[in-house]
């Protein structure tokens, strides 16, 4: 019969394999910082080779409530804005952070009888420019995601569904070559949207 009795041995594989998987979430976190502020960077310097290499490196479409969603609509830069909502980037959650810090910004209100209109005016005129910005960021968003789902996102599921069939097609190819002795060929498959 086994012995159930823990031994010192088992404890101390099982707290080497405890703080090998923390210090492994610790270079994970560190790598995702990484590609999320070369992600933001590509933005920034409108290159798409950079951008591509922070997708492959595991960036994260929504870091930051959505700044590279916001960056990429200040810049309006439209193929950024299409990769990232093509990888699962979610503009009514840039959106929602964009408006709460809005709703932060110091202003005051007034009722205009004459013109009957309400005007603000805010404590600088920082505070009333980055106001002014995230509007025009907010109906960027808006407009670019009502196309999208027009017109892009039906592209995007046809240009998927003929991958997803080569990929079978290929998986088959695979299949009879490793009944019939023949090496297997075995491809790098990209993400969803990117370049072939």
Same mark, same amino acid.
Request: glycine share 2%; hydrophobic share 35%; no cysteine.
């Given at each position: 019969m086994a012995n159930d009795k823990p031994t010192l041995s088992t404890i101390f594989s099982d707290v080497m394999s405890i703080g090998e998987a923390e210090a492994q979430a610790r270079v994970d976190a560190a790598q995702l910082r990484q590609a999320n502020t070369l992600l933001l960077g590509a933005i920034a310097a409108n290159d798409d080779t950079m951008f591509d290499k922070a997708i492959r490196d595991g960036a994260n479409v929504n870091a930051d409530n959505g700044k590279p969603l916001e960056h990429a609509a200040t810049v309006n830069n439209t193929l950024f804005l299409r990769k990232l909502?093509? /990888?699962?980037?979610?503009?009514?959650?840039?959106?929602?952070?964009?408006?709460? $810090?809005?709703?932060?910004?110091p202003r005051k209100e /007034? +009722?205009?009888?004459?013109? $009957? /209109?309400?005007? +603000?005016?805010?404590?600088s005129k920082e505070a009333e420019r980055r106001y002014k910005q995230i509007n025009a960021i907010v109906k960027?968003?808006? $407009?670019?995601?009502?196309? +999208?789902? $027009?017109? *892009?996102?039906?592209?995007?599921? *046809? /240009?998927?569904?003929?991958?997803v069939l080569d990929n079978v097609?290929?998986?088959n190819r695979n299949v009879d070559e490793a009944l019939h002795g023949k090496a297997v060929y075995k491809p790098k498959l990209k993400a969803p949207g990117d370049k072939p």
């Open positions: 909502l093509t /990888r699962g980037a979610d503009v009514s959650y840039a959106v929602a952070a964009l408006e709460a $810090e809005q709703k932060a910004i /007034r +009722y205009d009888d004459y013109y $009957e /209109r309400r005007t +603000y005016t805010y404590k960027n968003l808006n $407009e670019y995601e009502k196309f +999208y789902l $027009e017109k *892009v996102a039906p592209i995007e599921a *046809v /240009r998927l569904q003929q991958q097609a290929q998986l």
